[in-house]
């Protein structure tokens, strides 16, 4: 039985031989088309941030927590501010950043190939005031020293548009441009008479300021109103207490006027960044806080910087099916693997067509090449003639003899053992010829 098999199993070399070429190139170009169609997302993301002990300082630092938790290394770039933040990404040195409303419009965004991953909170413009300036309307301002912030923040271009609102030219009053955290130090020295900075109320120096005796916060009465001549501001209220209740910080509601902070990337990053960012950017900011509801943000709104493809289908949909239940490395795999099943498809269709018949030939072509054989010796008994008829029958029958053993010898399939029959039956057939003309010559 185990000579049967051997002479006889499926004939796994053929198959090999034949179907391997087109294996290999199924392969290479399902590779090609993995690694180029769709490559895979890079582990590394820089994201600009902003001042020491600001909001988006902060807040840089809890998205790379998250997407450290994905294999992504996050490299933070602390920058001036929002202004700042957008020529970075317009010169391509950073891939993600925090930006302020009112910074850019849509026009100068697509042109520059920007798009929003939506917008996460307000961050209200906080004029801080030492006590003994007592003013209630900004058309009172004149004469005083205030700190603006750097013009890479986006403040001094905001301010400047409050300002003219109240008939305010810049040149009545002394402006400066230092930092946060160099200002207040000012400001706490009686050096300058206010400061202002845009900010979420998590950062420190807002936190600090707030509780900070001799330091007073401004109290914009006419908010609504600032909303709807500068359409990217909204209204906000800081309620009284919501520092410290136990002390009564702070000892009253102020009104306030607030951008939205917007996390803005390059068109071109990677889709499954994209989708990631979004992600955490919804844990970050969706709970509620002291100026949104749960839930609120982050959300596609309040932006003027078109939102990306991905984060829109997010705030629509929620997270795609696949990253809800696996890690991002497997649901990415997966989510990339119908680039490889449509190229499989449009490869192993036409192969399918091709690869067996090219098996049954080969097979066959074993046994075509006896036949092959068998007509040489046919033409070489024709020819044999005369005295030599005897000699060349002898060597005729010879040689079938060695071809009948070789074809004994030859593993075919059971599927093809018709085949080889027919080539025994036919060398026999040869054989009895020979016999009878070899008689004849006698």
């Not at 939205?260 to 068109?267: H, I, K, M």
């Not at 990677?270 to 990631?276: D, M, N, Y």
């Not at 020819?383 to 593993?411: H, T, W, Y």
Request: with cysteine.
């Amino acid at each position: 039985m185990s000579r049967i098999r051997t002479f006889s199993q499926f004939s796994l070399r053929d198959l090999v031989v034949t179907a391997g070429p087109a294996i290999v190139l199924i392969a290479a170009l399902c590779a090609i088309a993995y690694v180029i169609v769709d490559p895979a997302p890079p582990r590394h993301v820089v994201i600009a941030t902003g001042q020491e002990n600001s909001a988006y300082e902060q807040f840089g630092k809890l998205y790379a927590q998250a997407l450290a938790k994905d294999g992504i290394k996050t490299t933070l770039s602390r920058s001036l501010g929002s202004q700042d933040n957008l020529q970075r990404l317009n010169d391509g040195k950073v891939d993600v950043a925090f930006v302020q409303s009112g910074s850019t419009d849509e026009a100068e965004s697509q042109r520059q190939g920007l798009v929003s991953l939506g917008s996460l909170f307000t961050e209200p413009v906080w004029l801080f005031l030492r006590e003994p300036v007592q003013i209630t309307q900004l058309n009172q301002m004149k004469g005083l020293r205030i700190n603006l912030g750097p013009e890479g923040s986006g403040i001094p271009k905001l301010f400047r548009q409050v300002l003219a609102l109240n008939g305010v030219e810049p040149a009545d009053l002394t402006i400066g441009s230092l930092e946060n955290t160099p200002a207040t130090v000012e400001l706490l020295g009686g050096r300058i008479d206010g400061l202002v900075f845009s900010s979420g109320p998590d950062a420190l120096l807002v936190q600090m300021l707030l509780q900070t005796p001799g330091v007073k916060l401004f109290n914009f009465d006419q908010a609504e109103a600032y909303s709807r001549r500068l359409p990217f501001l909204s209204h906000v209220v800081l309620p009284r207490g919501i520092v410290d209740l136990g002390r009564d910080l702070p000892p009253q509601d102020y009104h306030l006027i607030a951008p939205t902070a917007t996390l803005v990337a390059r068109a071109n990053l990677h889709p499954a960044l994209t989708e990631l960012l979004v992600q955490a950017a919804s844990d970050i900011h969706g709970g509620a806080g002291w100026f949104q509801q749960q839930g609120q943000f982050p959300s596609a709104r309040y932006t003027e910087i078109p939102v990306a493809r991905e984060a829109a289908k997010f705030y629509k949909d929620g997270a795609p099916l696949l990253q809800r239940y696996m890690p991002f490395w497997v649901a990415n795999l997966f989510d990339r693997l119908w680039v490889v099943v449509v190229a499989l498809a449009a490869l192993i269709i036409p192969f399918s067509k091709v690869v067996p018949p090219l098996y049954v030939w080969r097979i066959k072509s074993r046994l075509y090449r006896w036949y092959g054989q068998l007509r040489a010796v046919e033409q070489a008994l024709d020819e044999a003639d005369g005295p030599r008829r005897a000699q060349v029958c002898a060597e005729l029958l010879k040689r079938l003899d060695d071809i009948e053993a070789r074809v004994n010898r030859m593993s075919i399939p059971l599927a093809f053992a018709d085949g080889l029959y027919g080539l025994r039956s036919h060398i026999n057939f040869v054989r009895q010829r020979v016999l009878a003309l070899n008689q004849a010559a006698a």
